[in-house]
Protein backbone atom coordinates (compact mmCIF):
# COMPACT_ATOMS: atom_id res chain seq x y z
CA UNK A 1 0.00 0.00 0.00
CA UNK A 2 0.98 3.45 -1.16
CA UNK A 3 0.31 6.31 0.96
CA UNK A 4 0.89 10.04 0.37
CA UNK A 5 1.19 12.45 3.43
CA UNK A 6 0.69 16.31 2.32
CA UNK A 7 2.23 18.59 4.91
CA UNK A 8 5.43 18.64 7.11
CA UNK A 9 3.75 19.73 10.52
CA UNK A 10 2.38 18.58 13.21
CA UNK A 11 -0.30 16.87 11.94
CA UNK A 12 1.66 15.70 8.82
CA UNK A 13 4.28 13.79 11.00
CA UNK A 14 2.00 12.37 13.39
CA UNK A 15 -0.28 10.74 10.49
CA UNK A 16 2.66 9.46 8.95
CA UNK A 17 3.84 7.84 12.06
CA UNK A 18 0.71 6.52 12.88
CA UNK A 19 0.29 4.86 9.18
CA UNK A 20 3.61 3.11 9.94
CA UNK A 21 2.27 1.72 13.49
CA UNK A 22 -1.24 0.43 11.63
CA UNK A 23 0.52 -0.59 8.88
CA UNK A 24 4.15 -1.20 9.03
CA UNK A 25 4.17 -2.44 5.84
CA UNK A 26 3.04 0.71 3.74
CA UNK A 27 4.86 2.73 1.81
CA UNK A 28 4.47 6.67 3.17
CA UNK A 29 5.90 9.42 1.79
CA UNK A 30 5.62 13.20 2.99
CA UNK A 31 5.47 15.74 1.18
CA UNK A 32 6.37 18.90 2.33
CA UNK A 33 5.84 22.29 -0.28
CA UNK A 34 8.64 24.31 1.74
CA UNK A 35 12.49 23.84 2.99
CA UNK A 36 11.73 23.42 6.87
CA UNK A 37 9.93 20.83 8.00
CA UNK A 38 7.68 21.18 11.83
CA UNK A 39 8.22 24.86 11.47
CA UNK A 40 5.11 26.15 13.58
CA UNK A 41 6.39 23.33 16.27
CA UNK A 42 10.09 24.87 16.46
CA UNK A 43 8.52 28.46 17.39
CA UNK A 44 5.24 27.85 19.35
CA UNK A 45 5.11 28.72 23.12
CA UNK A 46 8.03 31.01 22.89
CA UNK A 47 10.68 28.19 21.36
CA UNK A 48 9.54 25.48 23.58
CA UNK A 49 6.35 23.95 22.32
CA UNK A 50 3.05 23.75 24.06
CA UNK A 51 2.58 20.08 23.80
CA UNK A 52 -0.76 19.94 25.09
CA UNK A 53 -2.78 20.66 28.29
CA UNK A 54 -3.56 18.55 31.38
CA UNK A 55 -6.86 19.50 31.36
CA UNK A 56 -8.16 15.79 32.87
CA UNK A 57 -11.25 15.23 32.17
CA UNK A 58 -12.21 14.34 28.20
CA UNK A 59 -15.65 17.13 28.51
CA UNK A 60 -13.64 20.02 29.76
CA UNK A 61 -10.95 19.53 27.29
CA UNK A 62 -13.22 19.57 24.21
CA UNK A 63 -14.84 22.67 25.58
CA UNK A 64 -10.92 24.65 24.90
CA UNK A 65 -12.63 24.55 20.96
CA UNK A 66 -14.85 27.14 19.40
CA UNK A 67 -15.03 25.13 16.40
CA UNK A 68 -14.83 21.47 16.56
CA UNK A 69 -15.83 20.54 20.33
CA UNK A 70 -18.55 17.96 19.58
CA UNK A 71 -16.37 16.20 16.83
CA UNK A 72 -13.28 15.93 19.01
CA UNK A 73 -15.04 14.78 21.78
CA UNK A 74 -15.27 11.76 20.08
CA UNK A 75 -12.73 11.97 18.70
CA UNK A 76 -10.83 12.14 22.12
CA UNK A 77 -12.61 8.37 22.81
CA UNK A 78 -9.78 6.71 20.89
CA UNK A 79 -6.39 9.51 21.36
CA UNK A 80 -6.60 12.33 23.36
CA UNK A 81 -4.03 14.35 25.48
CA UNK A 82 -2.97 11.25 28.01
CA UNK A 83 -2.31 9.25 25.24
CA UNK A 84 -0.21 12.15 23.68
CA UNK A 85 1.76 12.67 27.08
CA UNK A 86 2.70 8.66 27.27
CA UNK A 87 3.04 8.57 23.34
CA UNK A 88 6.22 11.64 24.08
CA UNK A 89 7.63 10.23 27.60
CA UNK A 90 7.57 6.50 26.30
CA UNK A 91 9.92 8.21 23.38
CA UNK A 92 12.35 9.77 25.82
CA UNK A 93 10.82 13.40 25.50
CA UNK A 94 9.15 14.03 29.55
CA UNK A 95 6.91 16.72 29.84
CA UNK A 96 6.08 18.78 32.47
CA UNK A 97 2.95 21.13 33.81
CA UNK A 98 3.11 24.77 34.47
CA UNK A 99 0.77 26.03 36.57
CA UNK A 100 -1.97 27.22 34.13
CA UNK A 101 -1.96 23.52 32.68
CA UNK A 102 -0.27 24.21 29.04
CA UNK A 103 2.61 21.07 29.13
CA UNK A 104 5.97 21.83 27.69
CA UNK A 105 9.13 19.21 27.10
CA UNK A 106 10.77 19.55 30.26
CA UNK A 107 14.16 20.43 28.45
CA UNK A 108 12.12 23.81 27.60
CA UNK A 109 12.97 23.26 23.84
CA UNK A 110 10.81 22.64 21.05
CA UNK A 111 13.78 21.16 18.96
CA UNK A 112 13.22 17.85 21.51
CA UNK A 113 9.75 17.07 20.01
CA UNK A 114 10.97 18.01 16.26
CA UNK A 115 13.66 15.64 17.00
CA UNK A 116 11.57 13.08 18.55
CA UNK A 117 9.38 13.08 15.79
CA UNK A 118 11.84 13.58 12.90
CA UNK A 119 13.86 10.06 14.60
CA UNK A 120 10.91 7.88 14.84
CA UNK A 121 9.97 8.70 10.95
CA UNK A 122 13.37 8.04 10.33
CA UNK A 123 13.26 4.46 12.16
CA UNK A 124 10.14 3.87 10.94
CA UNK A 125 11.25 4.25 6.87
CA UNK A 126 8.98 7.36 6.35
CA UNK A 127 10.07 8.36 3.03
CA UNK A 128 10.29 12.73 3.33
CA UNK A 129 10.36 14.70 -0.11
CA UNK A 130 10.60 18.83 0.80
CA UNK A 131 10.57 21.47 -2.33
CA UNK A 132 7.05 19.40 -3.80
CA UNK A 133 3.75 21.62 -4.09
CA UNK A 134 1.07 19.84 -4.73
CA UNK A 135 -1.46 21.01 -7.71
CA UNK A 136 -4.36 18.67 -7.88
CA UNK A 137 -5.92 15.21 -5.81
CA UNK A 138 -8.11 13.53 -7.88
CA UNK A 139 -10.07 10.26 -8.04
CA UNK A 140 -8.39 7.75 -10.21
CA UNK A 141 -10.35 4.57 -10.62
CA UNK A 142 -9.21 2.66 -7.25
CA UNK A 143 -6.62 4.66 -6.33
CA UNK A 144 -6.32 9.15 -6.17
CA UNK A 145 -3.50 11.10 -8.48
CA UNK A 146 -1.46 13.71 -7.34
CA UNK A 147 -0.69 16.32 -10.03
CA UNK A 148 2.89 18.37 -8.78
CA UNK A 149 3.02 22.02 -9.58
CA UNK A 150 6.72 22.03 -7.68
CA UNK A 151 9.50 19.46 -7.22
CA UNK A 152 8.06 16.38 -9.21
CA UNK A 153 7.57 16.12 -12.90
CA UNK A 154 4.77 13.51 -13.54
CA UNK A 155 1.40 12.77 -11.62
CA UNK A 156 2.02 9.74 -9.03
CA UNK A 157 -0.83 7.55 -8.16
CA UNK A 158 -1.13 6.22 -4.53
CA UNK A 159 -3.80 3.78 -2.50
CA UNK A 160 -4.10 6.46 0.49
CA UNK A 161 -4.04 9.95 0.99
CA UNK A 162 -4.14 12.25 3.98
CA UNK A 163 -4.17 15.59 4.02
CA UNK A 164 -2.27 17.90 6.38
CA UNK A 165 -1.88 21.17 4.61
CA UNK A 166 -2.27 23.25 7.69
CA UNK A 167 -5.27 26.10 7.68
CA UNK A 168 -5.22 28.50 4.72
CA UNK A 169 -5.18 32.40 5.28
CA UNK A 170 -7.49 32.51 1.84
CA UNK A 171 -10.31 30.83 0.42
CA UNK A 172 -8.44 30.25 -2.59
CA UNK A 173 -6.51 27.63 -0.65
CA UNK A 174 -9.29 25.38 -0.32
CA UNK A 175 -11.21 25.28 -3.39
CA UNK A 176 -9.72 21.94 -4.98
CA UNK A 177 -12.07 20.58 -1.39
CA UNK A 178 -14.60 22.34 -3.72
CA UNK A 179 -14.05 20.96 -6.79
CA UNK A 180 -13.80 17.73 -5.02
CA UNK A 181 -17.67 18.24 -4.15
CA UNK A 182 -16.62 19.29 -0.61
CA UNK A 183 -17.97 21.84 1.72
CA UNK A 184 -15.65 24.27 2.69
CA UNK A 185 -16.20 26.68 5.87
CA UNK A 186 -14.69 30.41 5.10
CA UNK A 187 -11.68 31.21 6.88
CA UNK A 188 -10.97 34.01 9.39
CA UNK A 189 -8.33 34.68 11.81
CA UNK A 190 -8.41 33.08 15.20
CA UNK A 191 -6.46 34.09 18.57
CA UNK A 192 -5.40 37.45 17.91
CA UNK A 193 -4.99 40.59 20.31
CA UNK A 194 -6.77 43.64 20.18
CA UNK A 195 -5.63 46.73 18.58
CA UNK A 196 -6.34 50.12 20.31
CA UNK A 197 -4.74 53.03 19.04
CA UNK A 198 -6.97 55.84 20.59
CA UNK A 199 -6.66 54.34 24.34
CA UNK A 200 -4.56 55.72 26.92
CA UNK A 201 -4.06 52.37 28.26
CA UNK A 202 -1.20 51.66 26.17
CA UNK A 203 1.44 53.35 28.36
CA UNK A 204 0.56 50.75 30.57
CA UNK A 205 2.61 48.26 28.60
CA UNK A 206 4.09 45.27 30.53
CA UNK A 207 1.09 45.77 32.94
CA UNK A 208 -0.53 42.32 33.56
CA UNK A 209 -4.00 42.04 35.93
CA UNK A 210 -5.34 38.74 37.07
CA UNK A 211 -8.83 37.47 36.53
CA UNK A 212 -10.69 40.26 34.61
CA UNK A 213 -13.46 39.43 32.63
CA UNK A 214 -13.96 40.72 29.18
CA UNK A 215 -16.92 41.08 26.65
CA UNK A 216 -17.88 42.40 23.08
CA UNK A 217 -20.62 44.91 23.55
CA UNK A 218 -23.75 44.07 21.47
CA UNK A 219 -22.89 40.16 21.53
CA UNK A 220 -22.75 37.21 23.68
CA UNK A 221 -19.46 36.61 23.69
CA UNK A 222 -17.41 36.75 26.84
CA UNK A 223 -14.24 35.67 28.35
CA UNK A 224 -11.95 35.61 32.12
CA UNK A 225 -8.40 35.35 33.16
CA UNK A 226 -5.27 37.61 32.99
CA UNK A 227 -5.17 40.31 30.77
CA UNK A 228 -1.84 42.14 29.11
CA UNK A 229 -1.66 45.63 28.25
CA UNK A 230 0.22 45.58 25.78
CA UNK A 231 1.83 48.95 23.18
CA UNK A 232 -0.76 48.81 21.00
CA UNK A 233 -3.37 47.76 23.22
CA UNK A 234 -4.83 44.71 25.00
CA UNK A 235 -3.39 40.52 25.12
CA UNK A 236 -3.18 37.81 27.19
CA UNK A 237 -5.15 34.72 28.04
CA UNK A 238 -9.08 36.52 28.28
CA UNK A 239 -8.16 37.91 25.21
CA UNK A 240 -7.28 35.64 23.25
CA UNK A 241 -9.70 33.02 24.43
CA UNK A 242 -12.40 35.98 23.49
CA UNK A 243 -10.76 36.59 19.88
CA UNK A 244 -11.00 32.67 19.63
CA UNK A 245 -14.56 31.99 20.11
CA UNK A 246 -15.90 35.77 18.56
CA UNK A 247 -13.85 35.44 15.69
CA UNK A 248 -16.52 35.16 12.79
CA UNK A 249 -18.26 38.04 14.68
CA UNK A 250 -15.53 40.21 14.82
CA UNK A 251 -14.45 39.48 10.99
CA UNK A 252 -17.95 40.57 9.80
CA UNK A 253 -17.50 43.83 12.38
CA UNK A 254 -13.83 44.30 10.83
CA UNK A 255 -12.33 44.49 13.77
CA UNK A 256 -14.12 47.82 14.81
CA UNK A 257 -16.53 46.80 18.21
CA UNK A 258 -16.12 48.34 21.84
CA UNK A 259 -14.43 46.09 24.57
CA UNK A 260 -16.32 45.72 27.80
CA UNK A 261 -13.83 44.92 30.81
CA UNK A 262 -14.77 43.97 34.47
CA UNK A 263 -11.11 44.72 36.11
CA UNK A 264 -12.46 42.39 38.95
CA UNK A 265 -13.75 39.49 37.24
CA UNK A 266 -17.56 38.16 37.33
CA UNK A 267 -18.14 40.02 40.63
CA UNK A 268 -21.70 42.14 40.21
CA UNK A 269 -22.13 45.71 41.29
CA UNK A 270 -23.58 45.38 44.89
CA UNK A 271 -20.61 43.30 45.65
CA UNK A 272 -17.85 45.62 44.21
CA UNK A 273 -19.87 48.06 46.90
CA UNK A 274 -19.73 46.40 49.35
CA UNK A 275 -16.13 46.06 49.18
CA UNK A 276 -15.75 49.52 48.75
CA UNK A 277 -18.00 50.70 51.16
CA UNK A 278 -15.41 48.65 53.72
CA UNK A 279 -12.81 51.17 52.52
CA UNK A 280 -14.84 54.24 53.63
CA UNK A 281 -15.84 52.90 56.67
CA UNK A 282 -12.36 51.29 57.73
CA UNK A 283 -9.67 53.03 56.30
CA UNK A 284 -11.40 56.98 55.97
CA UNK A 285 -8.80 58.76 56.44
CA UNK A 286 -6.30 56.72 54.10
CA UNK A 287 -6.25 57.85 49.73
CA UNK A 288 -7.52 55.94 47.60
CA UNK A 289 -4.29 55.46 46.44
CA UNK A 290 -2.66 53.93 49.12
CA UNK A 291 -5.27 52.05 50.21
CA UNK A 292 -6.21 49.85 47.20
CA UNK A 293 -9.09 47.74 47.80
CA UNK A 294 -8.19 45.38 44.80
CA UNK A 295 -4.70 43.42 44.60
CA UNK A 296 -3.91 45.36 41.59
CA UNK A 297 -0.73 46.38 40.22
CA UNK A 298 0.19 50.29 42.05
CA UNK A 299 0.47 51.79 38.09
CA UNK A 300 -2.49 50.12 37.02
CA UNK A 301 -4.28 51.11 40.44
CA UNK A 302 -3.51 54.67 40.04
CA UNK A 303 -4.17 54.65 36.28
CA UNK A 304 -8.24 53.59 37.10
CA UNK A 305 -8.30 56.28 39.35
CA UNK A 306 -6.91 59.32 36.77
CA UNK A 307 -9.51 57.53 34.79
CA UNK A 308 -12.34 58.34 37.13
CA UNK A 309 -10.81 61.50 37.60
CA UNK A 310 -10.21 61.05 41.61
CA UNK A 311 -7.31 63.11 42.39
CA UNK A 312 -4.19 60.98 44.22
CA UNK A 313 -5.12 62.80 47.36
CA UNK A 314 -9.08 61.82 47.24
CA UNK A 315 -9.68 59.89 50.90
CA UNK A 316 -11.81 57.21 51.07
CA UNK A 317 -14.05 58.62 53.89
CA UNK A 318 -14.76 61.60 51.68
CA UNK A 319 -15.58 59.86 48.69
CA UNK A 320 -19.30 60.76 48.16
CA UNK A 321 -21.84 58.66 46.04
CA UNK A 322 -21.11 59.94 42.64
CA UNK A 323 -17.47 59.35 42.46
CA UNK A 324 -18.37 55.88 44.42
CA UNK A 325 -20.91 55.16 41.06
CA UNK A 326 -18.12 56.20 38.79
CA UNK A 327 -15.33 54.14 41.17
CA UNK A 328 -17.56 50.97 40.62
CA UNK A 329 -18.88 51.64 36.68
CA UNK A 330 -15.04 52.11 35.72
CA UNK A 331 -14.25 48.35 37.63
CA UNK A 332 -16.98 46.28 36.66
CA UNK A 333 -17.96 48.25 33.17
CA UNK A 334 -14.97 49.84 31.36
CA UNK A 335 -15.12 50.40 27.50
CA UNK A 336 -12.29 50.79 25.53
CA UNK A 337 -12.36 51.21 21.68
CA UNK A 338 -10.76 48.38 19.32
CA UNK A 339 -9.54 49.03 15.89
CA UNK A 340 -7.90 46.47 14.12
CA UNK A 341 -6.11 43.17 15.39
CA UNK A 342 -2.93 41.73 15.86
CA UNK A 343 -1.95 38.06 14.98
CA UNK A 344 -0.86 36.01 18.02
CA UNK A 345 2.76 35.31 16.78
CA UNK A 346 3.42 32.00 19.29
CA UNK A 347 0.35 30.26 18.32
CA UNK A 348 -1.31 31.50 14.92
CA UNK A 349 -4.38 30.05 13.91
CA UNK A 350 -7.27 29.94 11.24
CA UNK A 351 -10.54 29.01 11.96
CA UNK A 352 -12.95 27.53 9.33
CA UNK A 353 -11.76 24.81 6.55
CA UNK A 354 -12.97 21.93 5.66
CA UNK A 355 -16.63 21.61 7.09
CA UNK A 356 -16.44 18.35 9.83
CA UNK A 357 -19.67 17.05 8.02
CA UNK A 358 -17.06 16.02 5.04
CA UNK A 359 -15.47 13.72 6.92
CA UNK A 360 -16.36 10.91 8.79
CA UNK A 361 -15.02 9.58 12.78
CA UNK A 362 -11.89 8.06 11.09
CA UNK A 363 -11.03 11.79 9.08
CA UNK A 364 -11.83 10.11 5.90
CA UNK A 365 -13.94 11.93 3.43
CA UNK A 366 -17.48 11.49 2.53
CA UNK A 367 -17.20 12.44 -0.73
CA UNK A 368 -13.97 10.75 -1.57
CA UNK A 369 -12.66 7.35 -0.76
CA UNK A 370 -9.19 7.00 1.04
CA UNK A 371 -8.72 10.59 1.08
CA UNK A 372 -8.16 11.66 4.89
CA UNK A 373 -7.71 14.98 6.16
CA UNK A 374 -5.78 15.56 9.91
CA UNK A 375 -5.21 18.86 11.39
CA UNK A 376 -5.57 22.78 10.68
CA UNK A 377 -7.24 22.13 7.56
CA UNK A 378 -10.29 21.09 9.47
CA UNK A 379 -13.22 23.28 10.54
CA UNK A 380 -11.00 22.84 14.10
CA UNK A 381 -9.51 25.55 16.19
CA UNK A 382 -8.19 25.80 20.25
CA UNK A 383 -7.41 28.52 22.39
CA UNK A 384 -4.61 28.60 23.18
CA UNK A 385 -2.97 26.65 26.09
CA UNK A 386 -1.61 23.03 23.62
CA UNK A 387 -5.29 22.49 22.23
CA UNK A 388 -4.19 23.25 18.88
CA UNK A 389 -1.51 20.51 18.87
CA UNK A 390 -3.51 18.31 20.38
CA UNK A 391 -5.98 18.38 17.73
CA UNK A 392 -3.36 17.74 15.17
CA UNK A 393 -1.75 14.70 17.47
CA UNK A 394 -5.53 13.32 17.65
CA UNK A 395 -6.58 13.95 14.40
CA UNK A 396 -3.22 12.77 12.58
CA UNK A 397 -3.17 9.61 14.43
CA UNK A 398 -6.54 8.50 13.87
CA UNK A 399 -6.39 9.45 10.13
CA UNK A 400 -3.05 7.15 10.01
CA UNK A 401 -5.18 3.79 11.24
CA UNK A 402 -6.82 4.24 7.45
CA UNK A 403 -10.09 2.94 9.01
CA UNK A 404 -12.98 2.65 6.53
Same mark, same amino acid.
Given at each position: ??????????????????????H?E??????????E????????????????????????F??????????????????????????????G???????????????????????????????????????????????????? *??????? $?? +? =?E? @?????? /??GG?????G??????????????V????????????????????????A???????????????????????????????????????????????????????????????Q???T? *??????? $?? +? =??? @??Q??? /??????????????W????????????S??????????G?????????????L?L??????????????????G?????????????????????????????
Open positions: MKVAIIGGGAAGFFSALSVKEHPAEVILFEKSQLLSKVRISGGGRCNVTNALSSISASKSYPRGAKFLKKAFQIFNNQDSIQWFESRVPLKVEPDGRMFPISNKSESIVECLMNEAKKLGVQIEMGVSVGNIQPNQEQI *EIDFIRG $KE +K =PL @FDRVIV /ASSPRRKLEWLEELGHQVEEPPSLFTFNMPKEDVVSLMGVSVQDVVSIQGSKYRSSGPLLITHWGMSGPAILKLSAFAARELALRHYTFKAQISWIGFINQEEVLAELKKVA *EPTKTCL $KA +K =PFD @FPRFW /AYLLHRCNLPENQLGELGKKKLDKLIVLSNDIYEVQKTTFKEEFVTCGGATEVDANMQSRRVSGLYFAEILDIDGITGGFNFQAAWTTGYIAGQLKS
